[in-house]
């Protein structure tokens, strides 16, 4: 069986089980959910929602990527357990209205080839490169969410050329003097339940932010995210980067290129304080923090955060 083959059975159970608990969420809310969304994107998906995912032949294996838009580029990574299809749709337009998108899979997800164990969150860096260079792409932007982040940082740190510009969301630095992921919500990250999973990426009176957000990634035909092994690996690496056992973690301090760090200040996930000590250990960052705004603080807030990404990456 093909890789593809496999994301593709991965894809259809995952995206059921979703929109049959978003569903349940959005009628609470008091709106008709998820039918309403999916049925706007059957009558001719726009934008990304439109987009065919393509492969690139890289040094490290295959990477399944999507590109939208013109201009100077950015490249978002995803973030513990997900895809391309974590990435709010309106967020990636709004993005490409005014850049060259690139979204992609982290390895071992969708049509991107799986690493040599262990799992590191330097591979990933190392994979994003290769993936970089096979498209040609000359000193991006490049952002990255929550797990994200840290490969962005072990980008920049392992391959500065490949790097014009770092955009750090709801993430943290693999020094070892962060705090680190609490338990609870580490393991809601990791629920089979999707509403779990959401329910600590917003805070508790943003219920109608995370029913939008959850509604958004269901227009994605066969929308699918990591498996459990995956999420074990990821999990492990980015275990790693906290406590400051990969080695680029400890040399963010090298990173020149300007940063712009960004956080909710209620991200139940990665402590707020961690935003201002990511901050305070790059050359050139500006910080800033969303109120009433969590780990997924950059769709909750998509108006103002891609305005103050667009700003930054011209």
Same mark, same amino acid.
């Given at each position: 069986?093909?890789?593809?083959?496999?994301?593709?059975?991965?894809?259809?159970?995952?995206?059921?089980?979703?929109?049959?608990?978003?569903?349940?969420?959005?009628?609470?809310?008091?709106?008709?959910?998820?039918?309403?969304?999916?049925?706007?994107?059957?009558?001719?998906?726009?934008? &990304?929602?439109? #987009?065919?995912?393509q +492969?690139?032949?890289? $040094?490290?294996?295959?990477?399944?990527?999507?590109?939208?838009?013109?201009?100077?580029? &950015?490249?978002? #990574?995803?973030?513990h357990?997900?895809? /391309?299809?974590d990435? @709010?749709?309106?967020?990636?337009?709004?993005?490409?209205?005014?850049?060259? +998108?690139?979204v992609f899979?982290?390895a071992?997800i969708?049509?991107?080839?799986?690493?040599? @164990?262990?799992?590191?969150?330097?591979?990933?860096?190392?994979?994003?490169?290769?993936?970089?260079?096979?498209?040609?792409?000359?000193?991006?932007?490049?952002?990255?969410?929550?797990?994200?982040?840290?490969?962005? %940082?072990?980008?920049?740190?392992?391959? =500065?050329?490949?790097?014009?510009?770092?955009?750090l969301?709801?993430?943290?630095p693999?020094?070892?003097?962060? !705090?680190?992921?609490?338990?609870?919500?580490?393991?809601?990250?990791?629920?089979?339940?999707?509403?779990?999973?959401?329910?600590?990426?917003?805070?508790?009176?943003?219920?109608?932010? /995370?029913?939008?957000?959850?509604?958004?990634?269901? %227009?994605? =035909?066969?929308?699918?995210?990591?498996?459990?092994?995956?999420?074990?690996?990821?999990?492990?690496?980015?275990?790693?980067?906290?406590?400051? %056992?990969?080695?680029?973690? $400890?040399?963010?301090? $090298? &990173?020149?290129v300007?940063?712009?760090?960004?956080?909710g200040?209620?991200?139940?996930?990665?402590?707020p304080?961690?935003?201002?000590?990511?901050?305070?250990?790059?050359? $050139?960052? %500006?910080?800033?923090?969303?109120?009433?705004?969590?780990?997924?603080? !950059?769709?909750?807030d998509?108006p103002?955060f +891609?305005?103050?990404?667009?700003?930054?990456?011209?």
């Amino acid at each position: 069986m093909r890789l593809g083959d496999k994301a593709t059975k991965r894809t259809r159970r995952v995206g059921v089980v979703a929109a049959a608990a978003l569903t349940v969420v959005g009628l609470c809310a008091g709106g008709p959910a998820v039918a309403a969304s999916r049925a706007a994107a059957q009558d001719g998906p726009a934008g &990304i929602l439109g #987009v065919p995912t393509q +492969v690139a032949h890289t $040094r490290l294996g295959d990477v399944g990527y999507r590109e939208l838009g013109a201009g100077s580029p &950015i490249v978002l #990574v995803m973030g513990h357990g997900g895809s /391309m299809d974590d990435w @709010a749709p309106d967020f990636v337009d709004a993005l490409a209205a005014h850049h060259r +998108v690139v979204v992609f899979d982290n390895a071992g997800i969708g049509e991107t080839s799986a690493l040599p @164990a262990p799992l590191t969150v330097s591979e990933m860096a190392d994979q994003t490169a290769a993936l970089l260079a096979s498209l040609r792409l000359h000193r991006p932007t490049v952002l990255g969410w929550s797990m994200g982040g840290m490969i962005a %940082q072990a980008l920049a740190v392992r391959h =500065p050329e490949r790097v014009g510009r770092l955009v750090l969301a709801a993430t943290l630095p693999g020094t070892g003097d962060a !705090l680190p992921v609490p338990a609870a919500a580490a393991a809601a990250l990791d629920s089979p339940n999707p509403l779990v999973a959401l329910s600590v990426l917003f805070p508790q009176d943003q219920t109608a932010a /995370m029913v939008a957000y959850g509604r958004a990634v269901l %227009q994605y =035909p066969d929308f699918y995210s990591a498996s459990a092994a995956v999420r074990t690996e990821q999990r492990a690496a980015s275990t790693a980067w906290t406590a400051g %056992q990969d080695p680029a973690g $400890r040399h963010i301090g $090298r &990173i020149h290129v300007p940063v712009l760090v960004a956080d909710g200040a209620e991200d139940a996930v990665n402590p707020p304080s961690n935003a201002s000590l990511l901050a305070a250990d790059l050359r $050139r960052a %500006q910080l800033l923090q969303y109120p009433d705004a969590g780990h997924a603080f !950059l769709f909750q807030d998509a108006p103002a955060f +891609v305005a103050a990404v667009d700003a930054f990456a011209r």
